[in-house]
């Protein structure tokens, strides 16, 4: 069951900037501010799941649990039918990879911002994109 947003301006942040925060890297400065919003920002499953395998192979397994918990605290949004069907449409006319283009659907379906350091993303409408430096 997925929570109902109380905030006029919603916001989605990406698999890169989960990770670029848990990193502490460059552009962290630019999402910190976004996770702020939890528990009113806009969570993907398919983020849950990018996430989770990142710190499952780069960490330990209850450091994996416990992000997988702060995301939840989030709007979590599934992939249903109509999501799918807009990812197709994504997917082709943008050129995106299938993963990019579900979150792209999810973001756009509930009018949110998505902030990003996935080049993917980068020219697209409605997104914040910071190029991904090296620290």
């Known amino acids: ?17 989960w ?22 920002l806009i ?4 983020v849950i799941a990018e996430v989770r395998k990142v710190v499952l192979k780069q960490r330990t397994r209850e450091m994996a649990d416990t992000v997988t918990q702060s995301m939840r605290s989030g ?7 109509e999501i799918a069907v807009a990812a197709a449409d994504l997917f082709i006319k943008h050129k995106l ?12 379906a509930h009018k949110a911002t998505l902030w ?6 980068k020219d697209l409408p409605r997104v914040r ?3 991904k430096t090296k620290a």
């Open 129 to 131: 994109y910071y190029p």
């Open 75 to 81: 709007i979590v949004v599934s992939i249903d039918e």
């Open 97 to 108: 990879p299938l993963a990019d283009s579900l979150i792209y659907a999810v973001a756009l």
């Open 116 to 121: 990003t350091q996935d080049d993917h993303f």
């Open 1 to 17: 069951m997925t929570k109902q947003a109380k905030s006029a301006r919603l916001d989605l942040l990406d698999s890169s900037g």
């Open 19 to 40: 990770i670029e925060c848990l990193d502490d890297g460059p552009n962290t400065r630019h999402f910190a501010p976004v996770l702020k919003k939890l528990p009113e």
């Open 43 to 46: 969570v993907p499953a398919i």
